[in-house]
């Protein structure tokens, strides 16, 4: 049984990540300052711990009391479009709390650290995304996921810190936080749906992505630390085929149950990537990953975790610095 530190394991992806962990035998810390995550999100088998990895005092503490030997850093604030207009937040939480992170396994001895990045880190029309695709971010979200990785492997030549990078993509599925109006477009679109309003598209709906259900990308992350050859190495992960987010609109209406003409409203276009997916032969060569889940199948999952849940009121991001072009829908009240 090994000693593992989950930070964000209280979030959407994280707290997956704990599921798989402890199904593995694993002994699992789980951080997170739920800042976006939940505590019922937390399985009751992990060790939880409130506090946020900006605070290093905590950081040293965790790896000084519970002899941590492998972390899978999943805590961040991955909102690639507000990443604009939080441009200080996003780099302190992102960039500098995975820096302490960093420094904490070095000094601990740390024998794998694995990190979620994302393919936010290319930028645009470069597709299919591959790994030596030449990263190109236009945001300071993938900026920060780039400094991060870039880091990991300085440390590696420096320290010997090992460490996996995977880069996912649009992930979905239960226990996401659908009352975040700035990221997650499935859970926006369904707690849309549960609070009887309009679904907003931004744009006209053209952009595609590939959504990647949770249920396949959760158990390949957390068994990567026991495949060797993923060691010091980067990985896309995540759904192959990508859609509209037309097309998407009308599956979560089916899946949600909604009526065939549901209302939906189209604003303003923001600054972001129209076309994002990734090719994932290296993964699938290394780790044996596979997609068991289709589009409709994952969505079904989740909207009857959604409607067992229900809606959920849309918090206002209080952090924002820049107003200026803020899109609409997100401006502040």
Same mark, same amino acid.
């Given at each position: 049984?090994?000693k593992v530190l989950v930070t964000g394991g209280a979030g959407f992806i994280g707290s997956h990540i704990v599921d798989n ?34 605070? #290093? ?15 899978? =850093?999943?805590?961040? +604030? ?5 990443? =604009? ?20 396994s070095i000094k601990n001895k740390v024998k794998c650290f694995v990190f979620t990045s994302s393919i936010a880190v290319y930028g645009r029309n470069q597709l299919p995304m591959t790994e030596d695709t030449t990263p190109m971010p236009?945001?300071? +979200? ?57 679904? &907003? ?42 859609? &509209? ?15 065939? #003409? ?7 276009? #923001? ?5 994002? +997916? ?5 993964? #699938? ?7 068991? +889940? ?14 067992? &849940? ?24």
């Open positions: 049984m090994s962990l402890i199904n593995l035998g694993h002994e699992v810390i789980a951080l997170d300052d739920l800042s976006g995550g939940f505590k019922e999100n937390i399985n009751p088998k992990a060790t939880f711990i409130e506090g946020s990895i900006t605070d #290093r005092q905590i950081i040293e503490e965790i790896f000084a009391k519970y002899g941590i030997e492998y972390v899978f =850093h999943l805590a961040a +604030y991955a909102a690639e479009g507000l990443s =604009h207009f939080i441009r200080k937040f996003n780099y302190e939480n992102n960039l500098i709390g995975s820096i302490n992170l960093i420094n904490a236009e945001d300071p +979200y993938g900026i920060s996921k780039l400094a991060v990785e870039q880091d990991l492997k300085a440390a590696h030549e420096m320290f010997g810190l090992n460490y996996i990078v995977f880069r996912p993509h649009n992930v979905y599925g239960e226990k996401q936080n659908i009352g975040d109006k700035y990221r997650n477009v499935i859970g926006i679109f369904m707690n849309q749906i549960m609070l009887n309003r309009p679904i &907003t598209i931004f744009g006209d709906g053209e952009q595609t992505r590939a959504f990647s259900y949770i249920g396949d990308v959760a158990p390949v992350i957390a068994k990567s630390i026991q495949i060797k050859e993923a060691y010091n190495k980067v990985f896309n992960l995540g759904a192959d085929e990508p859609y &509209t987010v037309n097309y998407l609109t009308q599956e979560v209406i089916k899946a949600m149950g909604a009526e065939d #003409r549901y209302p939906i409203t189209h604003l303003p276009p #923001r600054n972001e990537v129209v076309h994002a +997916y990734s090719a994932h032969d290296k993964v #699938r060569k290394i780790l044996g990953y596979e997609t068991k +889940y289709s589009l409709q199948d994952g969505l079904k999952n989740m909207a009857d975790w959604a409607k067992k &849940t229900g809606s959920k009121k849309s918090k206002e991001f209080n952090n924002i610095e820049i107003t200026e072009n803020l899109p609409q829908g997100w401006k502040l009240t």
